[in-house]
């Protein structure tokens, strides 16, 4: 069982056992979980972490087919909590973003992803 708050940590290049930012990144993520419901992914009641016991099976079913919502979360946290200083990083990774959003989008209600004749 993989710790949310600790998996995000490590893909920011942040060990585990340095807390000092763990409140700054938790508020970031669970503003991302908040985004996230508003694309259907996840409980419909939202979802929201506390510390580092929370783990990605509580967000996530074992079945689920959404593992972009890791590298989703990942990247929406980087950007809200060290931005890149280079606007083509920055601009790369907003593109990557909204493939996601529209992947996850699209898994989770296969309709939108339909063009209309």
């Known amino acids: 069982m993989e710790s949310i708050l600790t998996s995000i940590k490590k893909l ?3 060990t585990e ?3 000092h930012f763990d409140a700054d990144l938790i508020m970031h993520i669970n503003s991302v979980f908040m985004i996230l419901r508003q694309l259907g992914v996840g409980p419909s009641e939202g979802f929201s972490i506390k510390d580092k016991d929370a783990v990605w099976n509580d967000f996530l079913s074992d079945t ?3 593992e972009a919502v890791k590298s989703y979360i990942h990247l929406k946290v980087k950007m809200l909590f060290d931005p890149p200083l280079s606007t083509a990083v ?3 990774y907003n ?3 909204n493939e ?8 989770v209600d296969p309709d939108c992803g339909e ?3």
């Open 12 to 14: 920011l290049g942040i």
């Open 17 to 19: 056992e340095y807390e």
């Open 64 to 66: 689920s087919n959404l």
């Open 90 to 92: 920055a601009e790369a």
């Open 95 to 97: 593109r990557i973003l």
């Open 100 to 107: 996601l959003e529209w992947r996850l989008n699209v898994e």
């Open 115 to 117: 063009i209309s004749k």
